[in-house]
């Protein structure tokens, strides 16, 4: 099939910046222009469901390139590549029965599949680190679908964050790290999910979740009536998400604080937590995993603000939606070992 990704028309003076930082309404004439700039090899910030994603054509070496510039990113460690459907993704991977099952209930949404490349497909060899699988992804999010509709291909897009650093959830976040290497920011508001999609390859005759999420080991095991392994740390990234130290913010996590000590901020869950913490974000004060999902990096990006030197964080459930949870959090809570 020809694809023909030129938008209709050059918006050319649509490129009014929101207080200089790049942040652009979601308009028809900017979707055009977010086109431009990708076919140009530039880079284009957008929102997902999950956080907002830097956006590069996975076809383009150079493009895809600048992604791992921009985040300083090892490039060891492979690319999710965002399509606007299961008939799209098809043409450049290959789906088994049971990865075919898993698109077909959790696309679109927050949810990846780690499948083998079709010989020919077009996509640069960097967004898969070499790797013949790729990680794809069909997002939810009214703004990504948009622009991946009009630009045609796939679009490699991990978070917008220096890599090792909080996920953003706000365009604010994009623009304060990464202003000067992308071209735009389509404005989405915050993330409804406020957590990174789950990741999973079938492998054999079972499933491998390779980064949890806000899709459970236990929905994906109901559904296909298979076991969920475990991704084990120590093994070498077939997705992303998976190094040790990971989305970690400028001051030092305390994990699992039932008390506050002098000059820490406090990262609370739940009603029960020390009342003399100066400084407090409460994930959910109900207790609801899924609320403190989608508050998590935007609280840690607040106290991070505050310029504190460690922030103590209360005990998460360590079952369902709070097994992501503690996944992010232990991964930000262990020391770089750069």
């Known amino acids: 099939m020809t694809q023909n990704n030129t938008p209709p028309h050059d918006p050319g003076s649509t490129d009014t910046i929101r207080s200089g930082k790049k942040i652009m309404p979601a308009t028809l004439a900017?979707?055009?222009l977010a086109c431009k700039y990708l076919l140009q090899g530039k880079l284009v910030s957008f929102p997902t469901e999950t956080v907002y994603g830097l956006g590069a054509d996975a076809t383009n070496d150079t493009a895809v390139a600048g992604i791992f510039e921009a985040k300083q990113r090892p490039s060891f460690n492979p690319l999710i590549i965002h399509l606007p459907s299961l008939a799209a993704a098809e043409e450049y991977v290959e789906f088994d029965m049971i990865s075919r099952k898993l698109a077909a209930a959790f696309w679109p949404g927050p949810f990846t599949l780690v499948l083998k490349k079709k010989p020919n497909c077009r996509l640069s060899p960097l967004v898969s680190a070499g790797l013949d699988t790729v990680a794809v992804r069909?997002?939810?999010?009214?703004i990504a679908q948009e622009l991946l509709q009009y630009f045609k291909y796939p679009i490699a897009a991990p978070s917008a964050n220096i890599s090792g650093k909080l996920s953003p959830t706000r365009p604010e976040h994009v623009a304060r790290d990464l202003s000067s290497q992308v071209a735009m920011i389509l404005d989405g508001a915050a993330c409804q999910d406020g957590l990174e999609s789950t990741i999973v390859q079938v492998v054999g005759s079972g499933i491998r979740l390779l980064r949890p999420g806000t899709v459970t080991a236990q929905e994906i095991e109901r559904?296909?009536?298979l076991g969920v392994a475990q991704f084990e740390d120590g093994q070498n990234p077939t997705a992303p998400g998976q190094l040790k130290s990971h989305y970690a913010p400028n001051a030092k996590i305390r994990l699992n604080a039932n008390d506050i000590f002098p000059g820490e901020a406090l990262l609370a869950f739940g009603s029960l937590y020390p009342k003399d913490a100066k400084i407090i974000r409460n994930l959910?004060?109900?207790?609801?995993?899924?609320?403190?999902?989608?508050n998590l990096f935007s609280m840690l990006h607040d106290l991070d603000e505050t310029g504190c030197k460690t922030i103590a964080v209360s005990p998460i459930p360590n079952k369902g939606l709070g097994l992501a949870i503690n996944d992010r959090l232990n991964r930000a809570a262990t020391p770089s070992d750069e």
């Not at 069909?138 to 009214?142: E, L, M, S, T, Y």
């Open 30 to 32: 900017n979707y055009h």
């Open 223 to 225: 559904l296909t009536g």
């Open 138 to 142: 069909v997002p939810q999010h009214p």
């Open 284 to 294: 959910s004060p109900k207790g609801i995993l899924r609320e403190a999902a989608a």
